[in-house]
């Protein structure tokens, strides 16, 4: 069966924080992990470059448009090394031409289905959003992301009629057809949608976008409105509209398989609500689950490029490496509820985890390999009950991964590794390997020896392999660690540096 996941597309209005950093590695683990598991696998990501935010920015700095966005949607596209990410594939909204046929696409076959009308209308809008609110959804008159009021606007645009579509979209939720996780973003939709659907707007005029943006089908006064644009890019990127054969868009979206969509909590109701109802308007499937993650803090305060106190997932790991900046993100964060970043944190977790921990744990192992069997991995004649212990833990490990990942729980599914390492050091503490070398002086070779050396070195490889989709670099560090070469396994050197000395 087929796995399609992709991430949210970001604006361009700055080069890319840690927040979204979050969103890429989560979805790494994701497609990493099913591809590990033998499973069909396309991983997306991309940049969303047709906003009024991108044109605002480019008029500050003085430069083209096109130079601001060609420029930072570079740096996104280049996290792909720093952050070890293995996207299939990544587009760009103002350059890929899949993406435009495709908007156009879609967009008529909205149309056909009756679901434009143009009005005149007064709402209030946020730039950063780039969205509308109401008076309810404002927090002292203020956009609840941002803390900036909203700008009046009055125009005449196209509408879309999402009020339409109100009980297909509660019937697909409540049947679990459109599988929202956790629960609690499950229950925000619910609600929203309980409170009424209402048409939305799809369209600015092209003086407003200041000429930047996709042109509306049969009407080049009014550009699409950026959410509409960039919410198609999971079927455009898959060539829905376009000139070429549609074999992708057959085998990722139209046929058996999962499409899941990684989201930020602040954007649910377009991925939750929009998106689907643009998709029942045009007679398409619907994802099949859009998991929600919070958002990553500085000192309590969302991570965001409007309020300049971005961290740079790149700098991040020139300083730290990519493993130890991996590891805080699946480690720490939570499946609910916001984490709070310092880099004290990923300094403290990296050096406990990585390096005490991985690091030391398969270093001990291979040293007393070396010392006690010339390198050689024995084969063990007998069963002891601290490694047929560590054996069973070892034969849950992958079982544990799957239903944590499954249930998009990365902490869990770290943890479900970490036992290995825990279970590991208690092998150790237990068989006391040292004691049972010192015995042999004036004895036979030890078989509980063997049997404690075989199991953790087995323990280490089991570790390396269920570690490949969170640290994919470190995983196969360790796996060659403890794969014999000409029989003998590679002689030990430390695999993680401390950062905190």
């Not at 002292?140 to 999402?162: A, I, K, M, Y």
């Not at 079927?235 to 999962?258: I, M, N």
């Not at 544990?400 to 590794?417: P, W």
Request: charged share 25%.
């Amino acid at each position: 069966m087929s796995y399609y996941v992709t991430t949210t597309i970001p604006y361009v209005n700055a080069r890319p924080h840690l927040g979204f950093a979050l969103e890429l590695v989560q979805a790494d683990v994701l497609a990493r992990h099913r591809r590990s598991r033998g499973g069909a696998v396309r991983f997306l990501s991309g940049t969303d470059e047709n906003s009024l935010k991108n044109v605002l920015a480019a008029e500050a700095e003085g430069v083209a448009v096109q130079d601001l966005v060609d420029r930072n949607a570079a740096a996104f596209a280049e996290l792909a090394q720093p952050l070890a990410l293995s996207f299939d594939d990544f587009i760009r909204t103002s350059r890929d031409p899949r993406h435009r046929a495709g908007v156009a696409h879609l967009w008529q076959r909205c149309a056909e289905a009756g679901d434009f009308y143009r009005k005149a209308y007064t709402g209030r809008y946020c730039v950063g959003c780039e969205a509308f609110y109401n008076d309810a959804e404002l927090v002292d008159g203020r956009c609840p992301d941002h803390g900036t009021e909203p700008q009046e606007v009055s125009e005449e645009n196209w509408f879309f009629r999402l009020s339409r579509y109100e009980e297909q979209l509660r019937e697909l939720i409540t049947s679990g057809a459109l599988r929202i996780e956790p629960a609690s973003r499950r229950n925000e939709v619910l609600a929203l949608i309980d409170s009424g659907l209402r048409d939305f707007s799809v369209s600015r005029s092209r003086a407003r976008a200041r000429g930047w943006g996709i042109p509306v089908p049969g009407d080049d006064d009014q550009v699409v409105y950026v959410w509409w644009d960039a919410l198609g890019n999971y079927v455009t990127s898959l060539g829905l509209g376009g000139d070429a054969p549609a074999e992708e868009f057959q085998r990722w979206w139209a046929g058996e398989g999962e499409r899941v969509h990684l989201v930020g909590k602040g954007v649910l109701r377009f991925h939750a609500v929009y998106w689907p109802a643009m998709l029942l308007s045009a007679g398409l499937p619907l994802p099949t689950r859009v998991l929600v993650h919070d958002y990553l803090t500085v000192s309590g305060r969302k991570i965001s490029k409007s309020a300049g106190d971005v961290v740079d997932p790149a700098e991040l790991v020139a300083r730290y490496g990519t493993d130890a900046v991996r590891w805080w993100l699946l480690r720490e964060v939570p499946r609910v509820g916001d984490a709070d970043f310092t880099e004290e944190r990923l300094i403290a977790r990296a050096d406990a985890d990585l390096a005490d921990g991985f690091g030391n744990l398969v270093h001990r192992v291979v040293t007393m390999v070396h010392r006690y069997r010339d390198g050689v991995v024995p084969e063990p004649t007998t069963v002891t009950t601290a490694t047929s212990e560590l054996r069973a833990v070892c034969a849950r490990a992958a079982g544990r991964v799957d239903a944590a990942l499954d249930a998009f729980d990365y902490r869990t599914a770290a943890a479900a590794v970490w036992t290995l390492v825990e279970e590991a050091n208690r092998c150790i503490d237990r068989t006391r390997p040292w004691e049972l070398a010192k015995a042999e002086r004036t004895g036979a070779r030890s078989a509980p020896l063997d049997a404690a050396l075989a199991a953790l070195v087995a323990a280490c490889r089991e570790v390396g392999e269920q570690l490949r989709p969170f640290l994919p670099d470190a995983a196969q560090r360790i796996v060659e660690r403890c794969t014999p070469q000409g029989g003998v396994l590679p002689k030990s050197t430390p695999l993680f540096a401390k950062l905190g000395d």
